[in-house]
C-alpha cells in the first residue's frame, strides 16, 4: 500500500490533466436537457425504524442560489424547477447521521434529474449516547471528572490513535451525558487525576491522596484489561463508575536541553496515547525546575521537550515508577537518534527530472533546480507508541544519495514511503533496515539507539491501470484503492476518488497486488475503518500489476445496503 502511495503527488498532477467526461450526447441534445426543469420529491426517515424524520433541513444548490426547505411531518420535501442532469443535495438533522460513518457534517447526495428520476428516499442514522454517573468511595458525587469515548484497538491505528472520539464532564452531581456516536465497538475511559487537586486536596494518616489518573470500564488501570462496548443505532447505554482515592506523591527536579537546543518546555505527564494526564504545578523556565505536587500511585510517561535554533522539536519520554516521593531529579532533552537513509537508482528512463523546484534556506537565499537535484525519495515515520511524534525525512536537495533522518525516540514505528519525483512517476520497490523489511515491518528504533543504516531502491517502471465501474449510466461511485497485502490488520493509508461510471480513469500506480472498491453511498461505511472496509473485501475487485503493463479493471458497484 506504501508503494502506491509513492506516487501520490504525481498521481494528484495526473488526476488533474484528466479530461472532463466524455459526454455521449449530441450538443443540441445537451442543450435541451438542461433547458429542461423538473419537479423533485421526496423522504427523510430514520434507517433503524423506517419512521419519518420532520424539521430535517434538504438544501440544494440552485443557479440562483441555495434553496432549503425543512422536512413535514412524514419526512416530505419538495424543490420545483431543478435542472435535469446531476444534481447535489444536501440534508442535516442533529442527532442523526449521515450513513454508518458518524460524520454530523451536511450529507451530500447526488441524484441524475430527469423525468424517469425525480424521487429522493433519504435515510439517516440516529446517534447512540452514553450516559451515567461518578461517585467516590462513600457514594459521594465527583464533579469535574472528565468521561472519554474511544474507539477500540485504536492504538494500532494511525487515524484513530491519540484524542478521543467524545468526551464529556460530570456536573455538580456526577453525572455525565455523551453524545453524538456513531456505531460501533468502543472503549470508555474515566480520567479524575486533575480533579483531587481542585477538590479534593485530602490527606490521610499516610500523606496525600488522589483519585487514579485514568480508569478504563468498569475499573481497570490499563486498557488491555478495559471491557469494550458496542453500541448500535439510536441505543442509549447507562454505565456508571466508582472510584477510590490511593496514595499520592511529589515528582520534582530539573530538566536542560542537550547542546544545539533551546526553549525547553514544561514537562507533563502522557499516557499511551499522548493524552495529557497531570501539567505540571510548577515550572521555572530559566532554570527548569519543575514541581508536580500530587501524582497518585502509578506507573507514567513524563513527556520533556525542546527545540532547535529553527523550531524543530525534541522530544523524549521517560517511563517513571511513582510510589514514593521522587525528589531532586535530574533530565535531560536530547536531540534524538540520527539513522541515514542510502538511495539507490533503477530509472529506465533517460529523462528523470524536469520542470522547476525551488526552496528558501536559512541563510535567506531562494534556491531553484530542474528538480534532479531534490531528494528521490521522502520516508515519515509514525510512531506506533502514540506519544513519540512523527519523523519525516529532509525534502530538500540532499548530500549525494544519503538522507538523513534526525529526532527518533526509541520505540515501534510504522514507515511510509514515498517517491520524491515532483514530474515522474516514481516508487520505492524495496526499503530494508538490516532484516527487516519496512515497506510491510515496523521499525524498531532500541533504546541505545543502534541501527544500521536504511537501505532503499526507487524505481520509475510504474504500472497503468484503466479504471471502470460496472454500473447504470450516469452513476457515480467512490473508488478506494488499497493494497492487498496489508489485509486485515492494517489498511494503512486508504485513498478514494469519484468517478463516473460512463468515463474510464487512467492512474498509474506501482506493480503490486490491490483490491478496488466502488462504492455507490460512501456514506453508508466509514471507509477509513479497516474492520467495516473487510466486510466488503469480497465484492472488491483483486488485480496485480506488473513493471511498465497496463491493466483493464472493470469494478462492480457495492451498495453497502445489500
Given amino acids: 500500500m506504501r508503494r502506491y502511495f509513492g506516487s501520490l503527488v504525481v498521481l494528484a498532477a495526473f488526476i488533474a490533466q484528466l479530461p472532463e467526461l466524455a459526454i455521449k450526447s449530441s450538443a443540441s441534445e445537451v442543450q435541451s436537457a438542461q433547458a429542461q426543469t423538473y419537479k423533485v420529491e421526496g423522504t427523510v426517515v430514520n434507517a433503524i425504524t423506517g419512521r419519518p424524520i420532520p424539521r430535517a433541513l434538504v438544501q440544494w444548490n440552485g443557479q440562483s442560489g441555495q434553496v432549503a426547505v ?19 443535495f444536501m440534508v442535516q438533522k442533529p ?7 458518524g460524520n454530523f457534517n451536511p450529507r451530500s447526495i447526488f441524484l441524475n434529474v430527469g423525468p424517469d428520476s425525480t424521487k429522493l428516499d433519504i435515510k439517516l442514522t440516529p446517534e447512540a449516547v452514553v450516559f451515567g454517573h461518578v461517585l467516590d468511595k462513600d457514594g459521594e458525587p465527583v464533579e469535574g471528572a472528565t468521561v472519554r469515548i474511544e474507539k ?6 494511525s487515524r484513530y490513535r491519540g484524542a478521543p472520539l467524545r468526551n464529556g464532564r460530570t456536573d455538580e452531581d456526577g453525572n455525565f ?14 480520567q479524575a487525576g486533575n480533579v483531587i487537586r481542585r477538590i479534593l486536596g485530602s490527606q490521610s494518616a499516610n500523606g496525600s491522596e488522589a483519585y487514579p489518573a485514568v480508569v478504563y470500564y468498569p475499573s481497570a488501570d490499563e486498557e488491555a484489561g478495559a471491557e469494550p462496548v458496542n453500541l448500535v443505532a439510536g441505543q442509549h447505554l447507562e454505565i456508571n463508575f466508582s472510584i477510590t ?21 514544561p514537562p507533563f505527564f502522557v499516557d499511551r496515547r499522548g493524552q495529557v494526564l497531570f501539567r505540571v504545578d510548577e515550572f521555572d523556565q530559566q532554570t527548569g525546575a519543575f514541581t508536580f505536587r500530587t501524582v497518585p500511585a502509578g506507573t507514567y510517561t513524563l513527556r520533556l521537550s525542546a527545540a532547535d535554533e529553527t523550531g524543530n522539536p525534541a522530544i523524549l519520554h521517560r517511563r517513571m515508577n511513582v510510589h514514593k516521593d521522587l525528589i531532586g531529579l535530574r533530565l535531560s532533552v536530547s536531540g534524538g537518534i540520527e539513522i541515514p537513509v542510502r538511495v539507490r537508482k533503477e530509472f529506465t528512463s533517460r529523462n528523470t527530472s524536469s520542470g522547476s523546484c525551488s526552496y528558501s534556506s536559512a541563510d535567506g537565499k531562494v534556491h531553484t533546480s530542474d528538480c534532479s537535484d531534490y531528494p528521490p525519495l521522502q520516508l515519515s515515520l509514525d510512531p506506533m507508541d502514540s506519544f513519540n511524534v512523527q519523523v519525516r525525512s529532509d525534502w530538500r536537495p540532499p548530500v549525494g544519495d544519503t538522507l538523513l533522518l534526525r529526532g527518533l525516540q526509541p520505540g515501534r514505528y510504522k514507515v ?3 517517491g520524491g519525483s515532483f514530474a515522474n512517476a516514481t516508487y520505492v520497490s524495496s526499503l530494508r533496515c538490516g532484516g527487516a523489511d519496512l515497506l510491510r515491518d515496523e521499525l524498531l528504533v532500541p533504546e541505545n539507539g543502534q541501527l544500521p543504516a536504511i537501505e532503499a531502491v526507487v524505481r520509475d517502471d510504474m504500472a497503468t491501470v484503466h479504471l471502470l465501474v460496472n454500473a447504470d449510466k450516469n452513476t457515480y461511485a467512490t473508488v478506494t484503492i488499497l493494497s492487498d497485502q496489508e489485509l486485515p490488520q492494517e489498511m494503512g493509508q486508504i485513498r478514494t476518488m469519484s468517478l463516473s461510471a460512463d468515463s474510464m480513469l487512467t492512474l498509474p500506480m506501482p506493480p503490486g497486488e490491490y483490491k478496488i472498491f466502488a462504492f ?4 453508508d461505511i466509514d471507509i477509513n475503518d479497516p474492520e ?3 466486510l466488503y473485501i469480497k465484492k472488491a475487485a483483486a488485480v496485480t500489476l506488473s513493471p511498465g503493463k497496463i491493466s483493464n479493471v472493470v469494478v462492480d458497484l457495492i451498495r453497502t445496503g445489500e
Avoid: C, M, W
Fill in 70 to 88: 425543512l422536512s413535514g411531518p412524514g419526512g416530505e420535501f419538495s424543490f420545483a424547477g431543478v435542472s435535469a442532469g446531476r444534481t447535489q
Fill in 95 to 101: 442527532g442523526y447521521f449521515q450513513g454508518r460513518g
Fill in 152 to 157: 477500540a484497538n485504536a492504538a494500532g491505528s
Fill in 177 to 190: 451525558r455523551i453524545p453524538d456516536l456513531p456505531p460501533g465497538q468502543y472503549v470508555v475511559a474515566l
Fill in 245 to 265: 482515592p490511593r496514595p499520592a506523591y511529589k515528582v520534582s527536579g530539573t530538566v536542560s536541553a542537550a547542546q544545539g537546543l533551546k526553549q525547553v518546555a
Fill in 416 to 418: 511510509h514511503a514515498t
Fill in 520 to 523: 455507490a453511498d460512501s456514506a
Fill in 532 to 534: 467495516e472496509l473487510s
